[in-house]
C-alpha cells in the first residue's frame, strides 16, 4: 500500500514536472510596441494642440498682466491713492487667475493624456492578449514595467513582432 502512495505520488510529480516545462513563456515591451503604433503619433500631435491651446491663453493672461503692472507702475507717483489700490487689486486678482489656470491647465493635461493614451494601451493589450492565445502562451511579461528582477531573455519568446504584425504597424529602416 505504502509503495501504491509512493508511486502514485512519484507519476505526479513527475507529470506536473513535466507539464511545467510544456508550458510557454513570453516577453514584450509594451511600452515600445505603444510607441511603434500610428495612434500614439496622433495622440501626440492633438496633445501638442491642446498644449499651444493653453500656452495661447496663458500668454495672453501674461501680456494683460504685464500691460496693467507696466501701467500701474507708470502712473504710481500721478494716480491717486483710491486708483493705486484699485489698479493693485485687480493685479492681484490676475496673478490669482493666472495661478489658478496654470494649476488648472496641468490638471487637464494630464486627464487628456490619460483620456488619449487608454484606447492606445487598451488595442496593445487586445492584441497581446490575442497573439499569446493563438500561440498557446501560459503568461507574457511587460519588460517595461520593471517588475522581473531576472529573466532569461533566451528562454522567454519575444512577442513583439507578432504583435507589431497584428497591428499592422511595419517597422521604420533606420536612416
Known sequence: MKKAIKLTLAVVLMMSA?????????RINTQEIVVSMPETKEMQANMETFIKDLQNTMETMNV???TKLQDFQKNFNTDSEAVRDMKQKDLQSLQERREQ???AAQSEVQKKQSELAAPIYEKAKAAIDKVAAANGYLAVFD????ALIYFDEAALTDLAPAVKQELGITDAPAE
Not at 18 to 26: E, H, N, P, V
Open 18 to 26: 513535466t507539464s511545467l516545462f510544456a508550458q510557454k513563456f513570453g
Open 64 to 66: 494683460e498682466f504685464n
Open 101 to 103: 489656470f496654470e494649476a
Open 143 to 146: 519588460t517595461s514595467a520593471g
